[in-house]
């Protein structure tokens, strides 16, 4: 199936209270699978038994706590296998670049150690989520395929590894720029909404 990343809206508050408790990040990420949320804190609880056994100060287990979503949050969409093509067409990188040019890799902040997918959900609040749509919105697709570098690609490899397919009829930019219309469409409704984001790849 390989790595896709995907963006989910949340608001500010919210992302607070994911950051003060982050098996709730389950319940913005797969609100549908609440035995996700109930695994992750009984994990959470047997980290800290283990860390009493060595002398750490053990914390009780949280209750369960309820995250309620507003009608703009919890709204999701995913960047399939182009999200790293469109960081390299962004920042001309694999996993470096300016903020917040290269916030599809890095940037916000880490929600715990909970791994969601590959790794933790990173976190942007509204204002950080505004300066990406600002930053994103300037750019023409033009110069997003003035960029695309296939050779390059492949030399750094970018995820996945398909630029140097090279068939007549495969539109390989194409691709990465009906995904990076597909952010730039998810941004301005999140900024719309001034609202921020999670980011999670699975």
Not at 35 to 40: D, T
Not at 113 to 129: L, N, S
Not at 159 to 168: A, E, K, L
Request: glycine share 8%.
């Amino acid at each position: 199936m390989g790595m896709v990343l995907t963006l989910t809206t949340l608001s500010d508050a919210n992302i607070e209270r994911v950051l003060a408790d982050p098996p709730l990040i389950w319940k913005v990420v797969a609100a549908d699978e609440p035995e996700l949320y109930e695994q992750s804190r009984r994990d959470a609880s047997k980290s800290s038994f283990l860390g009493s056994l060595f002398g750490k100060k053990r914390v009780a287990a949280a209750p369960p706590v309820d995250l309620t979503l507003g009608a703009s949050e919890g709204i999701s969409t995913d960047l399939d296998k182009a999200w790293h093509g469109i960081h390299y067409l962004l920042t001309g990188t694999a996993d470096e670049g300016e903020s917040p040019s290269s916030f599809l890799v890095s940037g916000g902040r880490t929600v715990g150690d909970i791994e969601v997918g590959y790794c933790p959900a990173r976190a942007f609040t509204a204002a950080e989520t505004k300066a990406i749509h600002s930053t994103i919105a300037a750019l023409s697709e033009d110069l997003l395929r003035s960029r695309f570098d296939p050779q390059a690609m492949t030399a750094l490899e970018i995820y996945p590894d398909i630029w140097n397919r090279g068939r007549p009829d495969d539109d390989t930019i194409g691709y990465v720029v009906e995904y990076f219309r597909l952010l730039r469409g998810f941004l301005e409704q999140t900024t719309g909404a001034n609202v921020g984001m999670v980011v999670t790849l699975t």
